[in-house]
Structures are given as C-alpha cells and as structure tokens.
C-alpha cells in the first residue's frame, strides 16, 4: 500500500487514475480549486480532497502526481521537492498502470478520442471480455471516467500534448487523425508528425484511416464501408466489409457522418481481438455515448452541448447538424486557451462563419496568461454580426430572448461552457 497526492485531482484523466489507485488499496488524496461533480465522486469513494494548494496538504504521501497545468512555483510541488518526493506526471502514472495489463489499446488524434474509446470499450465490455477503461469523459453507458475490468485489456486514450502518449507502450493503437493542435508545446505542425510518428513506432499494431475511401486498415485488416445513407436524425449506417469479405449492417446510434470513420476504427480493433461481429453491430446500435459529445440536453427547442474546441470540430458539429435540420443555427462558443486561438485565428472564423448566429464567451484560459489579440472579445469583434459575453449568465440571457421552436443552439468547448447547457437543460 502506497500514498498518492494528485495536484489537480479534479482533471479528467487525474480522477480516473485516483479511482484507479485507490480500488487498488492505496491512500489518495489530492487537490483542486473548487468542488466539482468529479471532486464529489472522489470524496464518496474515500479520497480525501483539499481545495486550495498549500505545503500541509502533502502530508506523508510517498508519491506525487502532477497534471499538465502545474508549474514549478506551485506550494505543492515545491514542498514534494523539498521533502524529496517523487513527482510523477499524470502520462508517466497511466503508462506505469498500463504495464500491468496484458493488451494496452491506444486511442489517440486530435480529434474523435473519446467517442472511439467509447465506442471500443462498450463493445469490448458488451462481448464479455471485461476489460478496464480510462476514458476522457463520462461515459453514459458506465456513468463514469473509469470502468474497472480484469487484466487482459486496458483501453485508453492516448494525448499528444507534451508527448504524453509516449509513455505508453500499446498493443494496439489508434491514430483518427493528425492536425496543427498543441502548437504551444509542438511550435510547428511537423514536430506534431513527429510526435505521432514515435507513438506509431512504439505499438505492436497501429490502425489508421483512409478517410477518402472510408477504410480503416491494420497489418492484415481493412475494414470498409459502403453504401452509406443517412438514417435520420444525423444518424448513419453502412455496409461493413472486412478485407473484401461483406460483414453485415451497421447502425450507428450516435449524430454526426464522422463517426462512421470512428466506428471503422472501433470495428478494426475489435476484430483484431476475435469479437464476433454481431457483438459489434448490437454494441454501435445501442451505443450510449458519452456526456458533452453531441449531448442533447433540451428538445424543444433542441439544445445540444459538445465538447468541441477546435476550428475542425466545430465545423464538422455545425455541418452535420445543417444535415438533419432547416432550423436557424445558433452557435454558443467558448474558447479553449489564447494559444489555440491565436495560432488556428482565421480557421476559428471559418468554421464559425458557418452558423447562423455566433455568441462568444470570455475564454477559458486553463493554463495561460491573458492574450488580447487572441482573446473571446478579439475574436468576436473579427467575426462580424457575433455577440460577446463575458459571463455565462448573461449570455445565457441573451440567447434565451433570441431562441425559438425554430432555431437549434450548438453549445461548444472544452472549458465550463457545460455550465451554460445546464441554464438551457429540461
């Protein structure tokens, strides 16, 4: 039995590698700001959680984990370094608790990840085989970041951000997709290339895309889909073939043609391990997906937040949207970093130029100082007939007089803009 202190306990991936650790037997604790949804679950699991950063918080913690956001002059990490304390970052813990799995499966892109985790994980648990989770969102199938399985498989995200994916050692990868993301840490699109070119090297099987062919392949796979029509509802199926060889139908329960190519990936990796293909088509058309991915969270009119921070990822929601409905779209916007938005400016204003309406909110900063020629307010004043908000409640004020039973508002990024599709949600 060990001790573990996370900084920054209340991320995403943090919280799941706590739970982790902590179903194991160890002693956990960590910090944050403030008390989330997360924070509570970890406190009703037994985790001690303090709010705030101070030195007393380290206690006798024989290992300290620190997310991507902590810099050096934080009260807590100067008391680990002090005290000698092992820091850790959150990629090196996950890839240690990787090894003690017989398959690792890697999923990483810059976009997709935690849709095709998804996708692959409820099929994988759907046929049995029990495997353990570490996804970057809350599932809708097992109400969580984490699903504790056997030992066999461990299926993960994998982020490129500062090379965190390095650490792990997959069986099988995933690579979606290779985009100009992180450019704070990778400074050019060709040490991102770099970056995924290692990860590739460092699995035993990769699977990749042919998006233009809708195909994706694996040493001795390649799974195809044909005849794809639109079922509804931003819903597709296709024709699924499997090296030439007709599989059968695929209805996918989740909005949005990309996810055909995500689904091809999860199909492809789940052959690699012998599920039966039935298996996998039942799991895809009952697939429940998970929280801010194309989340509906009102009907009439219909609301929908998503996780989308990213000028491709916005495109792709307001399109495949545009797909299924004649409703005025009205986006609500949040910016993820000044980085980000400085270094894709004119993507941001393409990709939102293809709503109807554009409400910009002051931008989620996360680990970054104060930009004004990337700021919210910088952006909105370059995107002509935008509205600016610099609080959630007044732009939720503002969209409520404007919507209607004939407009649909797209609710998108990856700060607390959730806080906004909660004032809209039934």
Known sequence: MKSYHFI???????SALALELKSEGNFVSGSDLKPTELTK?????GITVYYGHRRSNLRSADFVIANGAINVDNPE?????????????????LGEISRRYK??????GAHGKTTTTEMIAE???????KPTVHIGGISKYFNSNLFLGKKKFFITEACEYKNSFLSLNPTTSVILNIEREHLDFFKTFANVKKSFEKFEAKSKICVKLDKKRNIAYAKKLCVEAKNISHLGSGKYGYDAFCNNRYLGKIYLNAIGKHNVLNSLCAICVSLIYKIPFN??????????????????VSENPLVVCDYAHHPTEIKKIILSTKRFTKNKIIVAFQPHTYSRTKTLFSEFLTALKLADEVHIIKTYSARE????????????????????????????????????????????GAGNIDELAEMFSD
């Open 369 to 412: 100082k104060f930009d004004p020629e990337a700021s919210a307010k910088y952006l909105a004043e370059n995107l002509e007939g935008s509205h600016y908000h610099n609080s959630m409640k007044g732009a939720y004020n503002k969209i409520k007089e404007r919507l209607n039973s004939k407009c649909t508002l797209l609710i998108l």
């Open 77 to 93: 990490v100067k008391e680990a370094n002090l005290r000698g304390i092992k820091i850790k970052t959150r990629a090196e813990l």
């Open 279 to 296: 298996k996998i088509s039942e799991a895809l058309l009952n697939f429940k997906g998970v929280k801010r991915r194309y989340e509906i």
């Open 41 to 45: 679950k970890l406190e009703s699991q």
């Open 103 to 108: 398959n690792i499966i890697a999923v990483s």
């Open 123 to 129: 099929i994988f648990i759907h046929a049995g085989k």
């Open 8 to 14: 920054g306990i209340g991320g995403i991936s943090m």
